[in-house]
């Protein structure tokens, strides 16, 4: 099957438009699992009672299970039950709670790096526990993980795809919907794949860059 430009010119639109579904679901799936894991970190630096518990074993359940099984539970089960969420919201949900688990223990290991001399000077200094936290150890351990969470932020969106699953019309699923209605999938498919590149690869390239600062302070 040889290439047809026209054809690829054509399609170009349609896909361009699922892609921003794609870049959307990314952004909120990562606001969400940014702040959701910054909260369970805190939790379980707390370490109160029976609550680290239940949430280290919810984090260990979400991070054993695959996200297209979490997806489907949210898409398909959660209905059963009286809950009935629009595809795309599941997909912001699934995405940012499965990630969530994975930036909490960035932003653990962050924490845990923040030297003991700061705690105890804030609490020499009888800080309030908030200004502790967002005036002291927040501003050290969240530039430590700048990097990791941004490769989070990668693979979220490289993840999208599996929302085809329960019908999200991302950049994937548009080709998908394009090669089956003209029995044409060379274009459509190369196409979503330059397009995750061309997004993809710059923001590797800015992670490695982190990266490489973070090792050089």
Not at 7 to 28: G, H, Q
Not at 78 to 104: N, Q
Not at 124 to 138: E, N, Y
Request: zero cysteines; a positive charge.
């Amino acid at each position: 099957m040889a290439w047809d430009w026209g054809y690829a010119f054509s399609v170009l639109p349609d896909l361009l438009r699922a892609l921003l579904v794609t870049i959307e679901i990314t952004v909120l799936g990562s606001l969400l699992a940014l702040a959701l894991g910054l909260v369970i970190a805190m939790v379980r630096r707390a370490r109160i009672p029976v609550l680290d518990q239940v949430v280290w074993a919810v984090v260990e359940f979400v991070r054993s299970t695959p996200l297209l099984v979490q997806v489907f539970f949210l898409f398909f089960v959660l209905p059963r039950f009286g809950i009935v969420l629009g595809a795309f919201v599941v997909g912001v949900i699934g995405l940012g709670v499965h990630y969530a688990t994975y930036t909490s223990e960035a932003y653990r290991a962050g924490i845990e790096a923040v030297p003991v001399a700061q705690w105890e000077a804030a609490a020499a200094l009888s800080l309030p526990r908030g200004r502790t936290w967002t005036g002291v150890i927040l501003p050290q351990a969240i530039p430590r993980v700048l990097p990791a969470l941004g490769n989070f932020v990668i693979s979220m969106f490289k993840e999208v795809p599996l929302l085809l699953g329960i019908g999200v019309v991302e950049v994937v699923n548009k080709a998908k919907e394009l090669s089956s209605d003209t029995f044409r999938p060379l274009e459509p498919y190369t196409i979503a794949g330059v397009l995750f590149l061309v997004l993809s690869y710059p923001a590797s390239l800015l992670v490695r860059r982190l990266e490489r600062r973070r090792a050089a302070v």
